[in-house]
């Protein structure tokens, strides 16, 4: 069974740092590209970045949304099954539930972002 | 960036009838090289995380009840639930991934009429 889980989310002050960490199970870890995404309060969703998985000719790419780069900074570890998002200069804006999700399965050629299993999510608020 | 506009904002279908979601991109999420539409269609209930339900535009997920059906090409796409049932309430995404950034739709609550 897939599984994906969220931790280190918790209350921090604007400006300071906070990473997450997002341990899976259920599958082989490296064959796939892992997402983020946060939804704050009431809002939609919104995607943070992602990682690709090893096996797709440009493996281990990194991507972020235009909000978060530059203070954000998305690693995994495959030996371990653990995504990271290491968040920086933290921001009252970045109060959201942060969710990592699964997918795509990379293959040499191709790796699309289809997130077909999601966390449960861990909660961020960022105030003073 | 590609925009997802979805409509309606919200939608009250009474048990039974169907319910008809649209999302429109601002371009078009057809992969010419293998005529597949890089769009995803994803169920979120409260204090849940979102549920993915139909992608590449029309294929149903494993599990998803056949009462989901996805259409379209290129820029338009409209999710259907042919029969709508109480555990069908919930707000309804679309997502493109044809180009990082990765977008979605504003969301489509369905109620119960």
């Known amino acids: 069974e897939v599984q994906l889980v969220e931790s280190g989310g918790a209350l921090v002050q604007p400006g300071r740092s906070l990473r997450l960490s997002c341990t899976a199970s259920g599958f082989i870890f490296g064959d796939y590209a892992m997402s983020w995404f946060r939804q704050a309060p009431g809002e939609g969703l919104e995607w943070v970045g992602f990682i690709r998985g090893k096996a797709y000719v440009y493996g281990g790419t990194i991507q972020y949304a235009a909000s978060v780069k530059d203070r954000f900074t998305i690693s995994r570890d495959d030996s371990n099954s653990v995504a990271y998002l290491q968040m920086n200069s933290l921001k009252t804006e970045d109060t959201a539930v942060y969710y990592c999700?699964?997918?795509?399965?990379?293959?040499?050629?191709?790796?699309?972002?289809?997130?077909?299993?999601w966390g449960q999510g861990t909660l961020v608020t960022v105030s003073s | 960036d590609i925009v997802m506009t979805q409509s309606p904002d919200s939608l009250a279908v009474s048990l039974g009838e169907r319910a008809t979601i649209n999302c429109k991109s601002s371009q078009s999420v057809l992969y010419s090289s293998n005529n597949k539409n890089y769009l995803a269609w994803y169920k979120q209930t409260p204090g849940q995380p979102p549920k993915l339900l139909i992608s590449w535009a029309s294929t149903r997920e494993s599990g998803v009840p056949d009462r989901f059906s996805g259409s379209g090409s290129a820029t338009d796409f409209t999710l259907t639930i042919s029969s709508l049932q109480a555990e069908d309430v919930a707000v309804y995404y679309c997502k493109q991934y044809y180009s990082p950034p990765l977008t979605f739709g504003g969301g489509t609550k369905v109620e119960i009429k």
């Open positions: 999700g699964r997918g795509g399965h990379c293959s040499t050629t191709t790796c699309p972002l289809v997130i077909d299993y």
